[in-house]
Every structure is written in structure tokens, then in C-alpha cells.
């Protein structure tokens, strides 16, 4: 203990008095307490976004709702009562949100948040369209990336673990200390490992303190989510100080070991990824021209048309065994019928083209995912969007649960609709809900695995670099 | 050959050498003996133009060397402490190199029989400088003055590091060169090496040239003496 | 003198030369250029053949779609691909992330769908390899490494005191540098550029890329000047540095700094500065707009009732269905084009919120010149935003074109009243030609990214400054 306090107490005393290095870890503090204010802004932003499309549907559905309170007089409230209560308007008409509300810590790591869309307006109008509309955005921003606390921890923070520790072996050679400290009994390496320790206590603490700032700003406290996260900057950090044991390990001299670190970051934060992304792109082209078809809003050739009209209907009506009865309550609303129909029916047309076009994608996923693990750079990042929900895989789920919300509100309005049936003020009631499902425990187990790959290959690095450390004379 | 009139160099409050009056001819060794902090390296840097007098000047053949840093190098030949050359290169590249930089066109021939008649061993010659010791280092660096032909040689601790038998190969080139006319400036510590090579010893003390004597004038034992006397006042 | 030059130049190559652990970095870099633009071709080649076939497709679709009405034919529509310029297998630019292919219809001027980077999953964010990349980012590292002690070395070792002895000057040394060091960049740029060159005339689809050639040679251009600005200052922190240490901790501070923080802030303070609102409100504020009219007497009913005053005027009538002409079709196209100045007045302001954002980042440029080499490299390879608008813009006017030819049919042969029973056929689909692309001259860019050419061109023009003097010898 005695020689970890002195140990300490040198490392704490050299670094207090090297304006550079002192620079350098202000600098960091202030980059991340600007990422988490950058993320704040966004997630506030949405949450804003969120909250007016909330307003907005809640006042509509009310007015709805109202319109059968009394009855319309002017042209305009007739009107909006047929809206209100006449499927063969409201079908189309009523606008629902699917929403996929942040996480409590989505300000930490906005993940996919800026590239894919966080809310969906709704009607009983073709699902894909409306699933594949995209938010506003800036194409050079999304290019560039999000600065958020997530990016400064796997982007930077090893960038000042180097600028630590690359020197901790070369320094005290180059400077004729070595002998002096071969000396002591306690041994060079026990020596290195205590001034790493320092370090280490020190940066990880720093990554800490910028997320105990970022999760005092959640709007509220998820244990679960906060250990987790926590985990994740230990573990990521600890492969980093693992990596440079073992560069320090080969007892080469200060530049030598600052361009080996230095390279070795360069080959996980960008080459690694970017070969795989490349390569990814080679061997499993995505071919999106397929869909754009799911974009085009047919219609009837001809609206006059009362046998095409009916065919349409009836074909619909194939595949909805639950409508029986209703192909002989053809001859009111037919067009209201057929459109409600053809719509249906696009989607039942398109399903196999979107299946397909994300099958490409998932394949595609798949196969890149079976890299995470050697990149631990990517495994971390990957960690982090889980944790606080904002990765692929959770928009998935919310396309998924999209899919379901639609085909509920689709049954609540044709239900009516083909059955002739009106829309009654007791039916707001029971309007379709959004419900999000998202598997908790599969993703849990996701973090799970990658924290441990993450782990294993510190330990494994580590432990060949006491070996090593050992066996490598000067 | 070389003179200094009233040369001094200040920074700041601090003066590093205060009015230096010296005058070295054709065939002089002159040693500047003192301890670190002396003077003597701020000399011989003046001498080549590498910082600029507070006042005074220094001359090169006559010319002042502030007026004229490029003409005056021409005769110049210099070899700084821990000299260490390029390490990827052999003796006999950083020869040609450095001949070659000064404008001369000596072939392998001429090259290789500079380093050999200044000491290197032969099979050094096509050797990285990296292998070579401090000494064989050195000796390139002689190389070089004996190519340029420069008539001033100018040292900066020569024989630190050196062991006896390498530092006594090294005075007797400096006595050929000697012969040769040279005039050579030295600061060193080794107040044995001054006593048997110079012809000249000036010791320096916080910028003062505090004594001037000609060696052949002084016994080892005296030198000695009257070296500790100064530095301890 | 220039002697001199010329000879610390050959030093220092054959000094590079004899490092292993940097030779091995030049070929790694070296492959690493040739495997990207290898697979930036096979990328290149793979869309090429996806979207010609999907174009090729939409065109049969519409002229093969039947007899029908004009209007509907309108809204039946087509689609038009976004297609991938030869230079994107250079520098893929924003391609990822801008939509890659828009539906064509009357009344609705469609959002570009499907950003191929959604759906990709996190990994994408890390960027992709892509030529570019290599000789932005990774290519100055190596100069770096192979820059970073050349003169804290000389300084360390005597040799700086020895040259200098020798009457050779400081700028000498520092040109002889300079020289040295642009040759190994120029060793990997200049192959790469012409094999660019080459790949780019057997390629040979400047259907769709202006000016291949200009372009090439001013990548070639603008990359060398980074890269001796780059060069210059890595030479220029050695012999500033006290050691080595600290001249290759300053560059890879300057290197991270320039190369991944800045452009990240940048981009992320305009978003800040310059938020956007939701597509939601933007479309709303539109629809609003173009219901209400944009002023008072511009709404809807009021433009409708103008319009009629001015036809029944024009044809001495008393009531539309006296017009030689379907009224129908006049107020379709009126109601279009009216639309049409709504949208231009909301996309225009949008725009400039781009504008705006982006301009931090080119103001950035001036500290950071990776920034402007990247938007540089860009746009000179049409991947840029300013190249995806003009394609927008494009595909705007092919579509206003379209609505407007069709309802212009309706207008002249159709009568007043009668709508499904007025049919046309390919004869009309026909007269819309295909929609082709091509990039606008590479002169207009340099209204857009002089802020960039600025910042590089006081890069390079710091070499001058940068140099010592031919009197400067002080080392002490």
C-alpha cells in the first residue's frame, strides 16, 4: 500500500506540474460535457417533436370524439362529423403516431436516432409508404456523425490513454532511470503496473464523473441502464490500458511506441471498420430500386368503373375470412370500399419486395456482426446504442410493432367499413393503440456477450503482455 | 585566423560570455578549459554564427562574422559534442554527403583515403554509423576538415567519452593538422589533453576569460593549480 | 545552393528508404488505396448495372401503361434513380446518406427515399473505406510518422550544427525536406491519379459526370496541395519542437484534432445554430400554404375565381364551359403551378438552413484543412449536397414538366365535363423523353466551396511564411 501511495503520489505531482498533459485532460472534460449537451439538445428536440404530434392527435381524436355531442349545422362541421363518424372517410382521414420515445440515457449515444425515424404518421393508407418517409436532415451532418458522450468515450478516451501512458517504459530509459529503479526489489514490472493503475483509476474516473453529469440529466433513473453503461466504460477502457501494457511490454522507445499506439487506434476506429463496411458493400450489394415501387400511390384506372371497382373489393375480401357477409353489402360505398381495398391489397403486394429488400439487409447485418467481436472499438459503440436503445435492432422492432399498429387500425376502420357500419362516440374509446415491443432480454443478452468478448480479450492481451514483459531484455 | 574583440553575449540579466579578447593564428591549439556554464561552447557557437554577439565581434580571416555568416564558413571546420552523424548511413556515405553539401567532388577513392588517414579502421568505412563508437564518430568528423581543407578547426569537447587510447589518437591528429597550419579552437574539460596537445590554454570562469598562458610555458602540476585556484574564488 | 537542396533531398530518401518499420507503412497505405478503389469500382460497376435495369424498368412501365386518362397518367407517374457518378469510386461522398430514388407524381413533389445507410446498422457510422479516405486521412499519417523527427533528429544528433557549419543554411536544409517528403506522397498520388484517369476514359460514362477529365486533374490538384500544406507543417513542428516526443505528440494532436474532432463539432454546432423543424411541420406550413395562399388574396377560392375572370376575358365568354378549352386542365395546372411556387419558397428556405450549417464547417476549414479537402473532394466527384440538389432539381423540372405536358393535353383535346371517358395513349407517354442526367459544369462548384479553395490556398501559401529565411542560421 505504501508503494501504491508514493507511486501515486509521483505520477499525481508529475502530472499536476505538465501543463500539456493537464491540457489535455481539461480538453477532454470539456468535449464531453459539450457531447452531452449536444445530445441533450437533439433528444430534447425530439421529445418536443414528440410531444406536438402527441397534441396533435390527442386534440383531433377529441374533436372527433365531440362532434357527437351536438349536431352540425355549417357545412364545415357537417363535414368533419362525416369524418368522425363515416369509415369511408375516417379510414384515410384519422392520423395516428407510432412513436418510439427516447431512452432515458438516448442523450449519451444517439445511435441510429438522426438516420432513422423516431415517429410515424399513420393512416389506413398503405403501410409502406409510410413506414419508408424520412426525416428532415442534412446528409453532410449525418455523414459526419453525432458528437455525443458515447463518441468522445470510444473515440477519444484512448486517445488520452496513449498520450499517458505510451511513455511510462521509454521515458524512465531514455532518461537513464531504468537502472536506478532495476535496483529496487519490487521489480520493474509491478512498478509499471502500479503507475498504469494510477492512470487508469484517473481516466476511467474522468469517464465516470462526464456520465454521472449525463445521467443527471435523464429524466428518470434507470439502475439497470446506469450499471450497465458504467460497465461498458470499464471494460472498454480496460482494454485500451491492456493494449498499451502490451506496447510497453516491447520496451521500445517513446516515439516508437506513441506511432505503434497510435496506428493500432487508427486500425480499430477507422481502417477495420471501414475495410469491413467496403467490403460488406461488395459482397452483399443492397438493391433498393425494388421497393421504390412501394412508393407509387395507385389508383383505378377508371373511378366510373363499377365492375373493375367490385372486382377489387372482392378480391380483397379473399383474404379476410373475419368479413363474411359482407360481399353482399357491395353496393353502398363502393368507392370508398374499393380504394380502402386496393390499398390493402398493395400492401399485400409489396410485402414480399419489402421482405425481401429486408432480407438483403439482414444479411447483410449478419454477416458483419460476426466481426464485432475482434473490433472492440465497434463492439462498444454497438453496446452503448443498445443500452440506451437507439441501435438497429430496436427500430426493427419498432417497424415490426408498426407493421401490427397498422394492421389494427386497417381492421378498425374497413371492419366497419365493409359491414357498412358508422363510427359511433364509444368507439373513441377503443381506438387503436401503438404498442412497442421491444425484447428487453434478447437485447440484455446482446450487451451481455459483447461485454464479456470485450473482457476475454483484455484479459487475454493482458495476460500475454505479462509474459511478454518479462521475457523482453533490453 | 580567429579573433574576438570585446565579444560578449548576454540573455538577459544572465551573461553567458563578457568581452572575450582572443587572438588564435595559423598552428595554434588554443584549449578553453572551465567548467560547465563557462563560456566555452558560447564562444566557439559566436565563432560560427549560430547566435548573435550582444556586442563585440568575432572575426573569421579578417572578416567579421556577423557581416559576412556564409563567407566565413568556407574556412570553418567544426565538430560538435557527441557528434553522431546520420545512423543509417555508412561513414563513407556521410562523408560524401557532407563533402558533396560543401561543393566537393571527391571520388570513393579519395573518400575512403580521408577516413583511413584520419584513423578509422578499414573495415569500418562501409559500416552504418550506428556500430561505431564515439571515437570512430569522431574520426569522420576530422575526415570531413581534412576534405574541406579548412584552415580553422573548431571543437567542442572532443575527448569526453573517449577512452585514452582513442583520445590519444585523436591529439595526434590534431598535431598533423597542427603541422598542416590549422588553427584550432577547443573547449574541453580534459585539462591533461590541453596541457599535451595545446599550444595555448585560456581558462574560462561565468563568461570571464580568467587566465591566458602557452602551454610550453607552464608545468601540469602549475596548470593544475592554478585551474582549481580559479574555480574555487 | 539548389545543389544543396537536391542533395539533403537524396539524404533524406535514402535515409526513409532504410527504415523498415516505415516502408512496411507506405506499402500498407499503398495496398490499402488500391483494395479501395478497386472495391469502389466493383460498387460502381454493381449500381451502375442495378439502376440502368430499375430505370430501364420504369420507362417500360410508363409507356407500356395503357390507355388512360392524362390526369391519371399524372398521377400514375414515374421514378427516376438517383445514379452514381464514376468519380463516387473515388470518394463515395454523401451517397450513403442522401435518398436514392424519388416518385414522380402531379399535385405531391415527393421526399428522395431510401438512404442506403438505413438499415445498415451501427457499423456504418465508422465510415467506409474509400479512397478518398485513404489519402486524407490516412495518407498524411504516414507523412507524420516519416516527418515528425527530421529535425528534432538533426538537432539531437549534431548533424543540424554540422550541416549548418558547412554553409549550408537553414532553408536549405528545410526545402531539401520538403522536396524529399512531397516525392514519397507524389510516389503514391501521381500512379494512383493517372491509373484514376485511365480507369476514368475506359469507364467512359461521362453521360452523367461533366467534365471527367478537369475533374481528375483538379483532385489531383487540391490533393497535392493538402498534402504539401500537410507535409510543410509536420516539418515546420519538428524544427520548431524541443524533441521528438513533443513534435509527434503535437501532430497527432493537430492530426486528431483536425481530422476528427473539428469536422464532427463543426457539423454538429450548425445543426445547432441552424436547427431544422420536423418534416411534419414542413409539410404542414406547405399544405397550409398553398390552401390559404401564401398572402391574403392568394388563397385557394381567390386564385380560382381570378382565373376564371381571366380566361372567360381572354375567350369573350360568359361561363368556362363556353371555353375552346377544358377549364378542368387550366385550374390543374394553375393549382400545379401555384403548388410548385409554394414549394420553391419552403425548399428554398430549407436550403438555406443547409446552407448555413454547412457554412461552419467550411469556416472551420481555415483551422482545419482536412475539412476542405473533404468538401473539395466531394463535390469535385458530384457526391456532394450541392450536386444531389441540383439533381433534385433536376428531377423537379422533369416532373413539372411531365404534370404540366399532361394536363396541357387535357386542357387542348379534352371537353369540359368529361373525364374517364377521355382516354390517351403512348402516342402522349411518348412525348415525355427519358430522363437524363448530367452533372453541371465543374466551374459552378467554385461559387459553393470558395471558403475551401481559400483555406488551402492559405495553407499552402503558409509554406512561404513557414520557411526560414535564407539569413535565418539561429538554431540556439
Not at chain 3, 407500356?64 to 452514381?84: E, L, M, R
Not at chain 3, 523527427?149 to 525536406?177: A, H, I, N, P
Request: charged share 20%.
Amino acid at each position: 500500500m505504501k508503494l501504491i501511495s508514493l507511486l501515486w503520489w509521483r505520477e499525481g505531482f508529475s502530472i499536476i506540474r505538465n501543463t500539456f498533459q493537464m491540457l489535455l485532460l481539461f480538453t477532454t472534460f470539456l468535449l464531453g460535457i459539450y457531447a452531452i449537451y449536444y445530445g441533450y439538445s437533439k433528444i430534447e428536440a425530439q421529445r418536443k417533436t414528440i410531444s406536438y404530434v402527441e397534441h396533435i392527435e390527442r386534440e383531433e381524436f377529441e374533436k372527433y370524439r365531440k362532434s357527437f355531442d351536438k349536431s352540425p349545422v355549417s357545412i364545415q362541421e357537417k363535414h368533419f362529423f362525416d369524418i368522425a363518424s363515416k369509415p369511408s372517410y375516417a379510414w384515410y382521414r384519422h392520423e395516428y403516431n407510432a412513436i418510439l420515445p427516447p431512452h432515458n440515457l438516448a442523450h449519451l449515444s444517439l445511435g441510429q436516432r438522426d438516420v432513422e425515424p423516431y415517429y410515424r404518421k399513420l393512416t389506413g393508407m398503405s403501410l409502406y409508404y409510410q413506414l419508408f418517409e424520412n426525416e428532415l436532415a442534412n446528409p453532410l451532418k449525418l455523414f459526419v456523425g453525432n458528437f455525443d458522450l458515447s463518441f468522445v468515450i470510444v473515440y477519444l478516451f484512448p486517445l488520452l490513454i496513449i498520450a499517458f501512458t505510451y511513455g511510462l517504459f521509454a521515458e524512465e530509459k531514455e532518461k537513464g532511470m531504468l537502472p536506478l529503479l532495476k535496483l529496487q526489489t519490487i521489480g520493474l514490472r509491478k512498478i509499471l503496473i502500479i503507475r498504469m493503475l494510477f492512470y487508469y483509476v484517473l481516466i476511467i474516473g474522468l469517464g465516470v464523473l462526464l456520465s454521472l453529469i449525463g445521467f443527471f440529466l435523464s429524466k428518470e433513473i434507470d439502475t439497470l441502464s446506469i450499471c450497465l453503461w458504467l460497465l461498458t466504460i470499464i471494460c472498454y477502457l480496460s482494454f485500451w490500458f491492456a493494449l498499451m501494457f502490451f506496447l510497453i511490454s516491447l520496451k521500445k522507445n517513446s516515439s516508437s511506441t506513441a506511432m505503434s499506439a497510435a496506428s493500432l487506434w487508427l486500425l480499430f476506429l477507422i481502417v477495420f471498420p471501414a475495410v469491413l463496411n467496403i467490403y460488406a458493400a461488395v459482397v452483399y450489394p443492397i438493391d433498393n430500386t425494388t421497393i421504390a415501387d412501394i412508393t407509387r400511390r395507385k389508383g383505378l384506372e377508371n373511378e366510373d368503373d363499377l365492375k373493375e371497382a367490385k372486382a377489387v373489393i372482392y378480391e380483397y375480401l379473399e383474404h379476410r375470412e373475419d368479413l363474411k357477409g359482407a360481399d353482399s353489402l357491395l353496393d353502398t360505398n363502393v368507392m370508398a370500399k374499393t380504394y380502402a381495398a386496393f390499398t390493402s391489397l398493395n400492401d399485400h403486394h409489396n410485402r414480399q419486395e419489402v421482405l425481401d429488400y429486408l432480407n438483403q439487409i439482414r444479411l447483410r447485418k449478419k454477416w458483419i456482426s460476426l466481426f464485432r467481436w475482434a473490433n472492440p472499438a465497434v463492439n462498444t459503440q454497438g453496446i452503448f446504442n443498445e443500452i440506451t436503445r437507439t441501435d438497429s435492432g430496436t427500430f426493427q422492432s419498432f417497424y415490426q410493432s408498426i407493421d401490427s399498429f397498422h394492421k389494427n387500425i386497417t381492421s378498425f376502420y374497413h371492419d366497419k367499413l365493409f359491414m357498412n357500419k358508422q363510427l359511433k362516440q364509444k368507439d373513441y374509446k377503443v381506438i387503436p393503440q401503438f404498442n412497442l415491443i421491444v425484447e428487453n432480454t434478447s437485447i440484455n443478452q446482446t450487451i451481455m456477450r459483447g461485454l464479456i468478448e470485450v473482457m476475454g480479450t483484455t484479459f487475454l492481451i493482458f495476460s500475454f503482455s505479462l509474459v511478454l514483459f518479462k521475457k523482453i531484455t533490453l | 585566423m580567429l579573433e574576438a574583440k570585446d565579444l560578449t553575449k548576454k540573455y538577459g540579466a544572465f551573461t553567458a560570455l563578457d568581452t572575450l579578447n582572443l587572438h588564435i593564428r595559423a598552428g595554434d591549439i588554443f584549449c578553453l578549459l572551465g567548467a560547465n556554464g563557462a563560456g566555452k561552447s558560447t564562444t566557439i557557437n559566436l565563432f560560427l554564427n549560430f547566435i548573435n554577439p550582444s556586442s563585440g565581434k568575432a572575426f573569421v580571416n579578417g572578416l567579421d562574422v556577423e557581416k559576412n555568416p556564409q563567407k566565413t564558413k568556407q574556412w570553418l571546420s567544426y565538430i560538435p559534442e557527441n557528434l553522431q552523424l546520420y545512423q543509417n548511413m555508412t561513414g563513407l556515405e556521410n562523408l560524401r554527403f557532407f563533402c558533396g553539401l560543401q561543393g566537393g567532388n571527391q571520388n570513393q577513392e579519395e573518400l575512403e583515403e580521408l577516413l583511413i588517414q584520419s584513423g578509422l579502421q578499414k573495415d569500418f568505412i562501409k559500416k552504418r554509423v550506428s556500430s561505431y563508437s564515439k571515437g570512430m564518430r569522431q574520426k569522420v568528423g576530422v575526415a570531413l576538415a581534412r576534405a574541406k581543407g579548412a584552415k580553422i578547426l573548431l571543437l567542442d569537447e572532443p575527448t569526453s567519452g573517449l577512452d585514452p587510447k582513442a583520445s590519444n589518437e585523436f591529439s595526434e591528429l590534431l598535431l598533423e593538422l597542427k603541422e598542416k597550419k590549422v588553427a584550432i579552437l577547443m573547449a574541453t574539460h580534459d585539462l591533461f589533453r590541453a596541457k599535451d596537445t595545446g599550444t595555448h590554454i585560456g581558462i574560462m570562469k561565468e563568461g570571464i576569460l580568467v587566465d591566458k598562458m602557452e602551454t610550453n610555458q607552464v608545468s601540469f602540476q602549475d596548470l593544475e593549480q592554478k585551474y582549481l585556484r580559479h574555480m574555487h574564488v | 545552393m539548389k545543389n544543396q537542396i537536391f542533395l539533403i533531398a537524396q539524404k533524406e530518401l535514402n535515409d526513409v528508404a532504410r527504415q523498415n518499420s516505415l516502408k512496411i507503412l507506405f506499402v500498407i497505405i499503398t495496398a490499402l488505396l488500391g483494395f479501395s478503389l478497386y472495391a469502389g469500382f466493383i460498387v460502381y460497376k454493381q449500381q451502375l448495372t442495378i439502376l440502368k435495369t430499375a430505370q430501364d424498368e420504369k420507362r417500360a412501365e410508363w409507356l407500356d401503361q395503357g390507355d388512360k386518362h392524362p390526369h391519371i397518367a399524372a398521377h400514375y407517374g414515374t421514378f427516376v434513380f438517383k445514379p452514381k457518378t464514376l468519380l463516387s469510386l473515388f470518394d463515395f461522398g454523401l451517397d450513403s446518406y442522401t435518398g436514392t430514388s424519388v416518385y414522380l407524381e402531379a399535385h405531391y413533389p415527393h421526399e428522395f427515399m431510401f438512404r442506403p445507410v438505413q438499415g445498415y446498422g451501427n457499423m456504418i457510422r465508422f465510415g467506409e473505406l474509400s479512397a478518398a479516405l485513404v489519402l486524407q486521412l490516412l495518407l498524411p499519417l504516414l507523412i507524420l510518422f516519416i516527418t515528425f523527427q527530421t529535425f528534432t533528429k538533426e538537432k539531437e544528433t549534431g548533424t543540424l550544427k554540422l550541416l549548418l557549419s558547412q554553409g549550408v543554411t537553414l532553408r536549405s536544409v528545410y526545402l531539401g525536406k520538403l522536396l524529399a517528403y512531397s516525392l514519397i506522397f507524389l510516389m503514391i498520388t501521381v500512379p494512383f491519379f493517372i491509373g484514376l484517369y485511365i480507369l476514368g476514359v475506359l469507364g467512359n460514362t461521362r453521360a452523367v459526370l461533366s467534365d471527367l477529365g478537369l475533374r481528375i486533374i483538379l483532385l489531383f490538384f487540391i490533393y497535392t496541395l493538402y498534402l504539401v500544406a500537410f507535409t510543410n507543417f509536420s516539418i515546420w513542428i519538428s524544427f520548431k519542437s524541443s524533441s521528438a516526443r513533443n513534435a509527434l505528440l503535437t501532430l497527432l494532436i493537430f492530426w486528431i484534432g483536425t481530422g476528427i474532432i473539428l469536422p464532427k463539432t463543426s457539423a454538429n454546432l450548425g445543426e445547432t445554430l441552424y436547427p431544422l423543424s420536423s418534416i411534419k411541420k414542413f409539410k404542414e406550413e406547405i399544405q397550409n400554404d398553398i390552401k390559404n395562399g401564401m398572402t391574403a388574396d392568394e388563397s385557394k377560392e381567390k386564385r380560382l375565381a381570378q382565373l376564371k375572370a381571366r380566361y372567360l376575358q381572354k375567350y369573350q365568354v360568359d361561363s368556362i364551359s363556353q371555353l375552346p378549352l377544358n377549364f378542368q386542365g387550366i385550374r390543374m395546372q394553375e393549382g400545379e403551378e401555384y403548388a410548385n411556387k409554394v414549394n420553391d419558397f419552403h425548399n428554398a428556405i430549407l436550403d438555406e438552413r443547409f446552407e448555413h450549417q454547412n457554412k461552419v464547417g467550411s469556416l472551420t476549414s481555415f483551422i482545419a484543412p482536412y475539412i476542405a479537402v473533404r468538401n473539395l473532394s466531394m463535390a469535385l466527384a458530384a457526391t456532394d449536397g450541392y450536386s444531389f440538389n441540383d439533381f433534385k432539381e433536376k428531377t423537379e423540372t422533369y416532373r413539372r414538366h411531365l404534370i404540366r405536358t399532361m394536363n396541357k393535353d387535357m386542357a387542348e383535346n379534352s371537353h369540359f365535363g368529361e373525364f374517364y371517358e377521355y382516354k390517351v395513349g403512348r402516342n402522349l407517354w411518348k412525348t415525355i423523353s427519358d430522363f437524363r442526367y448530367s452533372t453541371p459544369a465543374v466551374t459552378q462548384l467554385f461559387q459553393y466551396y470558395w471558403m475551401e479553395f481559400a483555406s488551402l490556398s492559405l495553407w499552402v501559401l503558409a509554406i512561404f511564411i513557414l520557411i526560414p529565411s535564407s539569413n535565418k542560421n539561429k538554431i540556439l
